[in-house]
C-alpha cells in the first residue's frame, strides 16, 4: 500500500512544488495537515479579501496552493500573497493560520480522499490505512502530531501564529472568522463576515464543487466521492473500530488532551 498512498505526493515533490516554493517575509500561510479544512479557510478568507466571487476555479489564483501552481507563477503575485500549505514547521512562514482538526476524523476523511484521488485501491481497509496514518507514512508532512506539535511547540504564543480548530469553526463559524479578520487587521462589519460565512458554507461549496466539476467530481471514476464528503465532527465514533481509535488516543494522546479533543 505504501507506494501507491504516497504515489501522489511524490509528483508533487518531483515537480519541486511545496517545500522548496521561495517565501518572502510578507507572505501570509495558511497552514494544516491535510484533511483539517484548509480548504474552507481559503474560501473564507478568499471571501474576505476578493471582489469577485469565490469558486474550485479561481480560488488558487487568489489564494494559490503551493502544491499546484509554480514558483514562477507564485513570484508574480501580488505581496503580501496568501499561501496554502501542509507543510510542518518551517521557519521561514513569518505569519501563519493553522488550522487543527481531531486525527481520529481526520483519519476517515484522509481515507475516502485518498480511495477518490486513487492514492491507494478502493478495497483497502480503514484499519490498514489508520496503521500507516499512525506511522506518517500517507504522505511527506510528517504524521499528524508531528505536524500540528511542530507548530504549536514552535510558535503557539507568536503573535503572528493563529490556531484555529475546525471543530470550532464548525460550531462557530462567525466566530473563528471574525479572530481571522482581526489576525489579518481587516477592520470588518459584523455583515461582512456573515456573508463570507453563508458563501463559504458547507451546502455552498459542495454546488460549487458540482459546477466546477472539482477534481472530477462528476466523473464514474473517482468512485462517487465528493471532495466535500461529510463536513462534521465526531464521525468517527461510527467509522472507526474501537481498537483504532483507541491506537490513536494511545499514540497521539498528550497532544490531544492538550488541544481538547480528549
Ligand atoms: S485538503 O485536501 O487536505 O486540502 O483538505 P482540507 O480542505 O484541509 O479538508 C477537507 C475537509 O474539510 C471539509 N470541509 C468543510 N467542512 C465544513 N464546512 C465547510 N464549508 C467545509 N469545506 C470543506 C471537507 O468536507 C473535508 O472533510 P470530510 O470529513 O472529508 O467531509
Known amino acids: 500500500m505504501r507506494s501507491n498512498l504516497s504515489r501522489g505526493w511524490e509528483i508533487i515533490r518531483g515537480r519541486q512544488l511545496g517545500r522548496n516554493v521561495q517565501v518572502f517575509n510578507s507572505d501570509i500561510f495558511i497552514v494544516s495537515y491535510p484533511k483539517s479544512g484548509n480548504t474552507w479557510t481559503k474560501f473564507l478568507i478568499a471571501n474576505l479579501i476578493s471582489i469577485t466571487d469565490v469558486n474550485f476555479n479561481n480560488i488558487d489564483t487568489i489564494i494559490p496552493n503551493i502544491y499546484r501552481n509554480k514558483d514562477k507563477e507564485l513570484i508574480k503575485k501580488k505581496q503580501p500573497r496568501f499561501l496554502k500549505s501542509h507543510e510542518y514547521f518551517n521557519p521561514k512562514y513569518k505569519k ?51 505536524n500540528v506539535g511542530s507548530w504549536l511547540g514552535a510558535r503557539e504564543k507568536n503573535e503572528n501564529f493563529l490556531f484555529l480548530k475546525y471543530e470550532d469553526m464548525l460550531s462557530n463559524t462567525l466566530g473563528e472568522l471574525n479572530k481571522i479578520s482581526d489576525f489579518l487587521s481587516m477592520n470588518k462589519s459584523i455583515q461582512e463576515l456573515n456573508e463570507c460565512v453563508e458563501k463559504s458554507s458547507f451546502e455552498n461549496m459542495r454546488k460549487l464543487e458540482l459546477q466546477n466539476d472539482f477534481e472530477s467530481v462528476k466523473s464514474s471514476n ?26 490513536i488516543e494511545k499514540q497521539w494522546g498528550d497532544l490531544m488532551k492538550k488541544i481538547g479533543y480528549l
Open 96 to 146: 501563519v493560520i493553522y488550522i487543527a482538526r481531531d486525527p481520529r476524523d481526520v483519519a476517515v476523511s484522509y481515507y475516502y480522499y485518498s480511495i477518490k484521488l486513487k492514492f491507494i485501491e478502493k478495497d483497502v481497509k480503514l484499519h490498514d490505512f489508520v496503521a500507516k496514518f499512525l506511522n506518517g507514512n500517507v504522505d511527506c508532512f510528517g504524521s499528524w502530531q508531528e
Open 222 to 247: 473517482n468512485e462517487g466521492l465528493y471532495f466535500m464528503r461529510s463536513g462534521k465532527s465526531g464521525e468517527w465514533r461510527e467509522a472507526l473500530d474501537k481498537k483504532d481509535s483507541d491506537l
